[in-house]
């Protein structure tokens, strides 16, 4: 009895992993916040309202992960000075983001080019960069953070290596990566803006569309979908979320997209000498 039980477990968790290899999901990431007028919504001194992206998530039933910049969850930090500026704090913000039932993550806490970072202020100081917004972090969501995706993607192995390390999950486009474990750069700052350039002609949520479909073709189905708080996103998300639901892809926030895709999670990387 005991032996047909035991039998019994690794059949269903079997099943399980063959269910999970196979079915679509898609991580979405947002970087560069908290910022609360994209979040809650606003109305600029002219043209249309920009509606809130909190809302939307919440409308379509989406849980989202956060990568947000350590600096903003400071006390009494609103953002940016040429930002528009609401009457929440962005601290205020990240508790309101996790309130709603999403994640929040790493995208460091000074939002600087890395290697030009430690060239400025020393050998390992990217890593206590990364840190210091960790420990910000964890203040709000009582835990640290469990992924840091780097300003740009710019890293190299060593600095990899050191932040593996210390337990983290590093984000990449890199082709070293498993391709469910590479980010969609979905170019939405190419968009955003009075005057955008270099925006896809077919739109950016039909850009995505168009990545997702050629990465189909190599039999992936599983996609981490890199966007940023920007005046742009809510309306482009309106659009991409409602096609890609009516593709069969269900919508999981970077930890459950781990648990369920995690054995092509990326490899340790190993310091180079």
Same mark, same amino acid.
């Given at each position: 009895?005991? $032996?047909?039980?035991? *039998?019994?477990?690794?059949?269903?968790?079997?099943? /399980?992993?063959?269910?999970?290899a196979?079915?679509?999901?898609?991580?979405?990431?947002?970087?560069?916040?908290?910022?609360?007028?994209?979040?809650?919504?606003?109305?600029?001194?002219?043209?249309?309202?920009?509606? /809130?992206?909190?809302?939307?998530?919440?409308?379509?039933?989406?849980?989202?992960?956060?990568f947000?910049?350590?600096?903003?969850?400071?006390?009494?930090q609103?953002?940016?000075?040429h930002?528009?500026r609401?009457?929440?704090?962005?601290l205020? $913000?990240?508790?309101?983001?996790?309130k709603?039932?999403?994640?929040?993550?790493?995208?460091s806490?000074? @939002?600087?080019?890395?290697?030009?970072?430690?060239?400025?202020?020393?050998?390992? /100081?990217?890593?206590?960069?990364?840190?210091? !917004?960790?420990?910000?972090?964890?203040? =709000?969501?009582?835990?640290?953070?469990?992924?840091?995706?780097?300003p740009?993607?710019i890293?190299?192995?060593?600095?990899?290596?050191?932040l593996?390390?210390?337990?983290?999950? =590093?984000?990449?486009?890199?082709?070293?990566?498993?391709? $469910?474990?590479?980010?969609?750069?979905?170019v939405?700052?190419?968009?955003?803006? $009075? @005057?955008?350039?270099?925006?896809?002609?077919?739109?950016?949520?039909?850009?995505?569309?168009?990545?997702?479909?050629?990465r189909e073709?190599?039999?992936? /189905?599983?996609?981490?979908?890199?966007?940023?708080?920007?005046?742009?996103?809510?309306?482009?998300?309106?659009?991409?979320?409602?096609? *890609?639901?009516?593709?069969?892809?269900?919508?999981?926030?970077?930890?459950?997209?781990?648990?369920? =895709?995690g054995a092509?999670?990326?490899?340790?990387?190993? !310091?180079?000498?």
């Amino acid at each position: 009895m005991r $032996a047909l039980t035991v *039998l019994l477990a690794l059949a269903l968790t079997c099943a /399980s992993s063959a269910f999970a290899a196979t079915e679509k999901l898609i991580a979405l990431t947002f970087d560069d916040g908290p910022r609360p007028y994209i979040l809650f919504g606003y109305q600029p001194a002219s043209g249309a309202a920009i509606p /809130s992206l909190l809302e939307l998530l919440d409308k379509n039933q989406v849980k989202a992960t956060f990568f947000v910049m350590g600096w903003r969850l400071m006390p009494k930090q609103y953002g940016d000075p040429h930002e528009f500026r609401t009457s929440v704090t962005c601290l205020d $913000a990240a508790r309101e983001v996790l309130k709603r039932g999403h994640e929040i993550e790493n995208h460091s806490y000074s @939002h600087v080019q890395f290697k030009l970072f430690e060239k400025q202020h020393g050998q390992d /100081s990217a890593v206590a960069d990364v840190d210091r !917004a960790s420990g910000l972090i964890k203040t =709000v969501t009582g835990a640290p953070p469990q992924f840091v995706r780097p300003p740009d993607w710019i890293i190299w192995p060593d600095l990899e290596h050191k932040l593996q390390t210390r337990g983290y999950t =590093v984000m990449t486009i890199g082709s070293e990566a498993p391709a $469910a474990w590479r980010d969609i750069n979905t170019v939405d700052y190419l968009c955003a803006g $009075a @005057h955008p350039r270099q925006c896809p002609k077919e739109g950016d949520a039909q850009y995505v569309l168009q990545q997702i479909a050629q990465r189909e073709k190599h039999g992936v /189905s599983t996609h981490i979908l890199t966007f940023h708080e920007l005046s742009t996103t809510e309306t482009t998300l309106a659009t991409l979320i409602p096609q *890609l639901k009516a593709q069969g892809y269900r919508f999981v926030t970077m930890k459950e997209y781990a648990q369920l =895709v995690g054995a092509e999670k990326p490899a340790p990387r190993t !310091a180079a000498r």
